[in-house]
């Protein structure tokens, strides 16, 4: 094979290679063209995710304005109940006291 055939055939050689490259190109892009109706689809997917989103972020604000009254009030239920049990004990201690004192005016008369 002398010098001429030798560039030759690299010259043919590369330019099937080039060939099959280009077709490979064209068939990646012919599978992968995105067509209008599909934009819009996607631009209609997008939307909705984004006013999901808006949504959750929505209820989760709500949910931690619930959980802050919730804790308020439970907070203020549990300041209630100590102060009506002291109450009832005080009520209690105060209660034997008399129920000593009659006895022991009863039982010197």
Same mark, same amino acid.
């Given at each position: 094979? +002398?010098?001429?055939?030798?560039? /030759?055939?690299?010259?043919?050689? %590369?330019?099937?290679? /080039?060939? %099959?490259?280009? /077709?490979? +190109?064209?068939?990646? !892009?012919? /599978?992968?063209?995105?067509?209008?109706?599909?934009?819009? $689809? %996607?631009?209609?997917?997008?939307?909705?995710? !984004?006013?999901? $989103? $808006?949504?959750?972020?929505?209820?989760?604000?709500?949910?931690?304005?619930?959980?802050?009254?919730?804790? +308020?009030?439970?907070?203020?239920? #549990?300041? #209630?109940?100590?102060?009506?049990?002291?109450?009832?004990?005080?009520?209690?201690?105060?209660?034997?006291?008399?129920?000593?004192?009659?006895?022991?005016?009863?039982?010197?008369?």
């Amino acid at each position: 094979m +002398n010098r001429t055939e030798f560039i /030759f055939a690299t010259a043919v050689i %590369l330019f099937v290679a /080039f060939c %099959l490259g280009w /077709f490979a +190109n064209w068939l990646i !892009h012919r /599978f992968t063209r995105v067509g209008q109706a599909e934009i819009s $689809e %996607l631009d209609r997917l997008a939307q909705s995710l !984004h006013e999901a $989103e $808006e949504t959750r972020d929505q209820a989760i604000t709500y949910l931690q304005q619930r959980e802050a009254e919730m804790t +308020n009030q439970l907070t203020q239920t #549990e300041a #209630e109940l100590r102060a009506a049990m002291d109450g009832l004990r005080d009520a209690r201690q105060e209660t034997e006291e008399l129920r000593a004192y009659i006895e022991r005016q009863s039982s010197t008369t």
